[in-house]
């Protein structure tokens, strides 16, 4: 995974005349989530069964009583006026009830720690058919001098219910950077590591 996300910076970095840039995460190597919200509220484990595309997808199980916020992407670099619109499948056949996934995000204005939090950024209210594969999206706008953006799969509502995620897309504008999980040794990465890289 750090091979793509290495090329999503050459990528970046060689199409400034472009307003917007698009990356794609499909959970086909070992890393599965960025963080999560709260601690252990997810067990988060790749698959092969169902799948949307490639040979594996994302499956999450709740733990908590609260709603887990699985961090399944992060927006550094942002400036109000900034879109960012992020879409992925989500896999349940339970039409109008548990479990069901959502994608939503919340505001993160440290750059150095995906585990920062400036609020809740809301996202998309729809719960899906529940009819099996469904793509959700939603296209946040930059507000209130926020610069980063964590996107997340929320599973609902009990512990137990269990959802699968695959293949997504993140658009934001060039020259901000796009981490998807095992994108980055956080536990290691400053903000200073990753402006050395462009
Ligand atoms: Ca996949």
New binding site residues.
Partial sequence: MRTVFFAAIVLAASSIAIAQQTEYY???GTATLLSMYPDSCVEATLVNDP????S??LELERLSDGTPQAYVAWIIGLTDGDEVTASFWRYDITPAAAPSCRIWAHWNDDPGDVNGYAGSASGNTEYGPGTGWDETSYTWTVIDGHTGLVIEARVYSNPGDIVWV??MTVTAPTGTTIVFPGGLSLENTTWGDIKATF
Wanted: proline residues 0%; charged residues 25%; negative net charge.
């Fill in positions: 499909g959970w086909e799948v949307h595309g490639g594996q997808s695959d293949d």
